[in-house]
Nanobody
Framework: VQLQAYGGGLVQAGGSLRLSCAAS????????MGWFRQAPGMEREFVAA????????EYADSVKGRFTISKDNAKNQLYLQMNSLKPEDTAVYFC??????????????WGQGTQLTVSS
């Protein structure tokens, strides 16, 4: 499965932005998809995830109530709607897929990342 994230940019604090991730290849093997982020000098951290079939969602405490993860199975697209953005949301955002047969982020597929910068 190949993933390509896009939609990042520069936003003022309090603003909104939607990230997208396009999946291609063996998309029938996707169990779930998610978003991670990595700020400069920090480790990559989990943001949100969604199961590909059932649509169950999970969020990091830091984004609950502000971010919404969604998907469009027909278009093989993953989205992250981000509202009430804060400067601490500034990071490179990555999309990732967990695959049937090895349901693990580390053994899944990863996109190249898209930069979000939130100015104060």
């Amino acid at each position: 499965v190949q993933l390509q994230a896009y939609g990042g940019g520069l936003v003022q604090a309090g603003g909104s932005l939607r990230l997208s991730c396009a999946a291609s290849g063996r998309t029938f093997s996707i169990y779930g998809m998610g978003w991670f982020r990595q700020a400069p000098g920090m480790e990559r951290e989990f943001v949100a995830a969604i199961t590909w079939i059932g649509g169950s969602t999970e969020y990091a405490d830091s984004v609950k109530g502000r971010f919404t993860i969604s998907k469009d199975n027909a278009k093989n697209q993953l989205y992250l709607q981000m509202n009430s953005l804060k400067p601490e949301d500034t990071a490179v955002y990555f999309c990732a897929a967990q695959l049937f047969g090895a349901i693990s982020w580390s053994r899944g597929s990863w996109g190249q990342g898209t930069q979000l910068t939130v100015s104060s």
